[in-house]
């Protein structure tokens, strides 16, 4: 396998916000595949990817920010976000055995919860689990909701009391 992030199947039309995290979980994955340093690959992706076309594929024009935010946030605190994963999932699925682009799913959907407030907790869950489906038509989308919105109820509890914009209906 090389260090390519794999395509998703075909979505439909995308915002910057949403681009943005679709590129830092590909981002992600290239960086645990390949071992390259996160201000390389966010590079790369901002001079060749984002925006432009690439083998017939249209990328959708990135919030580069939050792009960049997401990549290097969730690798300065990657050990932070798999102990708290972790103890989101069961022993018999630890997350080293979860698939890399699973991984890294989970990983920026629990950095966006730890470390942005300004996100609600429903986009957040929403955005991530758009992305699993968007890579996956098995359980792995169930996974990440389920995981994400577990994090959510103990990372964000405020979100959660009395209606706040947080979420107070179940992620889907």
Request: glycine share 10%; aromatic share 6%; no cysteine.
């Amino acid at each position: 396998m090389s260090g390519e992030p794999p395509a998703p199947r075909p979505a439909g039309g995308t915002r910057k916000r949403s681009v943005a995290r679709l590129a830092a979980v590909q981002a992600l994955y290239q960086i645990d595949l390949s071992g390259a340093k996160p201000a390389t690959v966010i590079a790369e992706f901002q001079r060749h990817r984002l925006g432009r076309e690439i083998d017939g594929e249209q990328y959708g024009e990135a919030d580069p920010a939050l792009f960049a935010d997401i990549v290097t946030g969730t690798i300065e605190r990657q050990a932070d976000l798999d102990r708290a994963i972790s103890g989101s999932l069961t022993p018999d699925w630890p997350l080293e055995r979860l698939e890399t682009v699973l991984r890294a799913i989970l990983r920026a959907g629990t950095y966006e919860l730890l470390a942005r407030p300004d996100v609600p907790v429903r986009v957040a869950i929403s955005e991530y689990l758009d992305i699993a489906h968007a890579f996956y038509a098995g359980k792995e989308p169930g996974l990440v909701n389920g995981v994400l919105d577990r994090l959510a109820h103990v990372l964000r509890p405020a979100d959660f009391a009395g209606g706040g914009d947080g979420g107070d209906a179940p992620a889907r």
